[in-house]
């Protein structure tokens, strides 16, 4: 029989993961559709019990539901119970276990453009919201060890810093003080929603003293190039946008549900066309 899997959201009618998980397994020759299902915030608990009921083989989660999904799991990974939050849910010997690819999803892509590796680089994250956490702990976790926290409310930065359950050595910044000290810095990240879509002139931090070569890269994908993405750029930055983070935390779901890695030239591919634009 045909297995179902999913992502649950509100909204989520423009969800483009639908599309590259029907591939994925069309491609890989699995049995399987993937739909999107509208759920409020209300009908969470419900829409859990339904989709055990029917039998859903796994789901992804979106906003607003990756924190409230927890409670209702049988079992959540020890990544994702640490981050807060669950992305992907697997139905594994009739228990649904919830995992968090987002971080670990941003930091293969990362990868794959560190020849060096990145373990030892000086990093600085730009944001402490729930993107922030998930890419911090999985950095720390991997064995990123010297990672700053810059936000526009310092406390919120702080706090990040206290949760993080693995060995780091981190400061809180302003972003005033992050700006000052961008130069030290051979990897900065950023998570905050400023520059994204339709806000294409909002910048989280001016990237004047950026040395060249430093690698920034920003988890907005629309658009391909932020604000920020352009001016680091054009101080003789390495970018990265965010459409690699999308593509591997959806790879890495499609390997918890199948055991099979999928392509992920081709998943890139679906989206650029979806997006209507090249990568950068
Ligand atoms: P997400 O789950 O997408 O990370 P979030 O938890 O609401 O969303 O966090 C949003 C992050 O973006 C926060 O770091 C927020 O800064 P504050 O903590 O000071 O609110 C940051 N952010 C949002 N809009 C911003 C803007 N225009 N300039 C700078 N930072 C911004």
Redesign the pocket.
Known sequence: MKKIYGVIGDPIAHSMSPAIHNDAFRHQGIEAAYHHFHVKPEDLQDAVKGMKAIGVSGFNVT?PH?QNIIPLLDEVDELALAIG?VNTVSWEEGRYVGYNTDGKGFYKSLSDLSEGGLKDSRTLI????????AIYFTLVKEGVRNVDIA???VE??EKLIADCPYECESQALS?AKAEEMLAEYELIIQ?????MSP?LD????NPEQIKQGTLISDIIYNPLKTKLLHDAEQRGAVIQNGLGMFVHQAALAFEIWTGVHPDTARMQEIVLNKLGGHTC
Do not use: H, V, Y
């Open positions: 906003i990756k939050a730009i944001g402490a919201g729930g993107a922030a956490r936000n526009r409310t919120r930065a972003i998570t905050t929603s400023s520059g806000n909002g910048i989280p931090l």
